[in-house]
C-alpha cells in the first residue's frame, strides 16, 4: 500500500513566480521515464502556465514527452556519459547555462541525479533526504514522504514541498504520454489490418501480449504457450497480437499476428487500440498503461508495491507458486465482464472441463 505523506513542510515552496522548472532524471529506461508523467501532470496542475525542461539520458524521453505541451527542452545525456565526456559535458554547460526557478531531483537514493542537481542552477532545488544540511537542497524531503510506489513518490514530492494537506494515496495522476488523436487512428487501423489478415476478428476483446522483459522477470516461451492455449479455451472469442519487442523477434514462436516498432509512441498507440494487455513487469508494461487501455502486470520478482499498473483497468498479478495455466484462469476472473464471460462455474472447473471435452475429441 503507498504511504502518505506523514509530515508537512515548514517553508513551502511560493504559489506564484515560478515558471522555469527542471526536472532532473537522468535515466535511459523506458519505465523510469514514463513513472515521471504523473510528476509533470502535477506540476501543471500547481504552476499553469510554467515551462518544463527534463535531463534524461538516452534519446526515449523525446518520444515519450513528444506530445506534452508544457515540456520545452529534453536533454538527453549520453549513454555512459563518462564514456562519452565531450558531448556529456557540453550539454551539461548548455542545460547550467539557464538559470531555473525550480529545479526538481525526484529519485530517492541516486547519487548521479543529486550531483547534477547541486551543479545546476536553480533558485529552489528539491529533493528527498534525511540529512537536509547536506543534500544541496532547499527543501529536503524525509524519504519517508515518497511511499512505495515509484510513480507516485515524485508527486508526494512536490505535495510535501507545497504543504498541501495529505490526500489519498490514490489521488495521483495516471501514467499517460498523452497520445494525440491521428496517432490512436493510426493505431486502430493497424489492428485492423492485423487481424484481418490473420482472419481474426476485429470485434472485441482484442487482446495484446507482451513476452519480453529482463533477466528473471521473463517468463520462458513455453510458459506462455500453456498460458495462451488455456486463455484460448476459456476466450475462444479473443483475438491474439502479440507486441513485439525492441530485438524484433517475436516471443511466442510467431504464431500470432504481430506488431514491431521501434517508435515508444506508435507502440503504445496500437496498445491503445486493444481491449486489454497482458505483460510481465516492464516498461512496456507502464507504456500500456501510460497509453490508457486496460493493463495486468505480471510478477514473479519484483515488488509489485512498487512498480505495480494503478489506476481503474489495470491490476498486478503475482505468479510465485502459479503455474501458467492458474496464471490464465487468474486473468479470466480478473477481466471477466471485459473478456465477456458469462457467469457459471469457477474458471479452474471450466477449464477442466473444456480440456477433457477437448482430450475426448475424436
Not at 53 to 63: F, M, N, P
Not at 199 to 227: C, H, I, L
Not at 271 to 298: E, F, K, N, P
Amino acid at each position: 500500500m503507498n504511504q502518505i505523506p506523514t509530515s508537512r513542510c515548514d517553508t513551502p515552496l511560493p504559489r506564484k513566480g515560478i515558471f522555469r522548472i527542471l526536472i532532473c532524471r537522468p535515466n535511459h529506461r523506458l519505465g523510469n521515464t514514463i513513472l515521471l508523467t504523473p510528476l509533470i501532470s502535477e506540476l501543471e496542475r500547481h504552476y499553469k502556465g510554467a515551462e518544463i525542461d527534463v535531463i534524461s539520458e538516452g534519446g526515449i524521453a523525446k518520444e515519450v514527452f513528444a506530445s506534452f505541451f508544457s515540456v520545452q527542452n529534453v536533454y538527453c545525456l549520453p549513454k555512459r556519459g563518462f564514456k562519452h565526456p565531450f558531448p556529456f559535458l557540453r550539454l551539461l554547460r548548455r542545460v547550467r547555462g539557464t538559470q531555473y526557478d525550480l529545479v526538481i531531483d525526484p529519485c530517492v537514493g541516486s547519487g548521479f541525479s543529486r550531483a547534477l542537481t547541486r551543479l545546476l542552477r536553480g533558485t529552489y532545488k528539491l529533493g528527498f533526504s534525511d540529512k537536509p544540511n547536506r543534500a544541496g537542497l532547499t527543501h529536503a524531503a524525509p524519504i519517508d514522504v515518497a511511499g512505495q510506489h515509484m510513480a507516485r513518490r515524485p508527486v508526494n514530492l512536490l505535495r510535501w514541498a507545497l504543504a498541501l494537506e495529505s490526500t489519498q494515496p490514490d489521488s495521483a495522476p495516471m501514467l499517460d504520454i498523452r497520445l494525440t488523436d491521428a496517432e490512436l487512428a493510426n493505431g486502430r487501423r493497424a489492428i485492423i489490418q492485423l487481424l484481418s489478415e490473420s482472419r481474426q476478428t476485429t470485434s472485441p476483446p482484442v487482446v495484446g501480449v507482451f513476452a519480453n522483459a529482463t533477466g528473471d522477470k521473463r517468463y520462458p516461451m513455453p510458459w506462455w504457450q500453456e498460458f495462451i492455449d488455456a486463455f484460448k479455451l476459456l476466450c475462444p472469442t479473443a483475438s491474439i497480437l502479440e507486441l513485439i519487442p525492441m530485438h524484433g523477434r517475436s516471443m511466442l514462436g510467431a504464431e500470432w499476428p504481430a506488431y514491431y516498432s521501434s517508435d515508444i509512441r506508435r507502440m503504445g498507440a496500437v496498445m491503445a487500440g486493444v481491449d486489454l494487455m497482458i505483460t510481465a513487469d516492464c516498461g512496456v508494461m507502464h507504456l500500456a498503461v501510460a497509453s490508457r487501455t486496460a493493463t495486468i502486470g505480471m510478477f514473479c520478482v519484483t515488488d509489485e508495491s512498487v512498480y505495480a499498473p494503478y489506476g481503474q483497468g489495470n491490476c498486478p498479478l503475482r505468479t510465485p507458486g502459479l503455474t501458467a495455466r492458474q496464471a490464465a484462469c487468474r486473468v479470466v476472473e480478473t477481466y471477466a465482464r471485459l473478456l465477456g464471460r458469462e457467469a457459471g462455474p469457477p474458471v479452474h472447473a471450466r477449464l477442466d472441463a473444456l480440456s477433457l471435452r477437448q482430450t475426448l475429441a475424436p
